[in-house]
């Protein structure tokens, strides 16, 4: 049985920085799209950052692109969030997430879920 456990969350103050990171089982990291979710209070829970290809390909949801950096280094079976200029609305609960459905990464719904890391930003 795989497991996906995220680490890394916690308060910071908007325009802080933070890094989740997410340490996967080999059998569910190898070959895989791995992707970080996030749901805020209220709201659906929403992709955030994908990555595939040995690291090669990422893909950002348009909220996080240019502040947000998704890698991931397949030697560790580990994936990586660097978050800079952390904004109140990314307060909310971040999943690490594993696919291998064989869809296009940045569009799966993925199969496999870590427990989630809490991430709160404050004013």
């Known amino acids: 049985q795989g497991r996906l456990v995220e680490s890394g969350g916690g308060s910071v103050q908007a325009g802080g920085s933070l890094r989740l990171s997410c340490t996967a089982s080999?059998?569910?990291?190898?070959?895989?799209?791995m992707a970080w979710f996030r749901q805020a209070p209220g709201k659906e829970r929403e992709g955030v950052a994908y990555?595939?290809?040995?690291?090669?390909?990422?893909y950002y949801a348009d909220s996080v692109k240019g502040r947000f950096t998704v890698s991931r280094d397949d030697a560790k079976s580990t994936m990586y969030l660097q978050m800079n200029s952390l904004k109140d609305e990314d307060t909310g609960m971040y999943y690490c997430t594993s696919d291998d459905s064989g869809a296009r990464c940045p569009e799966v719904h993925p199969l496999y879920w870590g427990q989630g890391t809490q991430v709160t930003v404050s004013s």
């Open positions: 990555v595939w290809n040995f690291g090669l390909s990422t």
């Open positions: 080999r059998v569910l990291f190898n070959n895989h799209c």
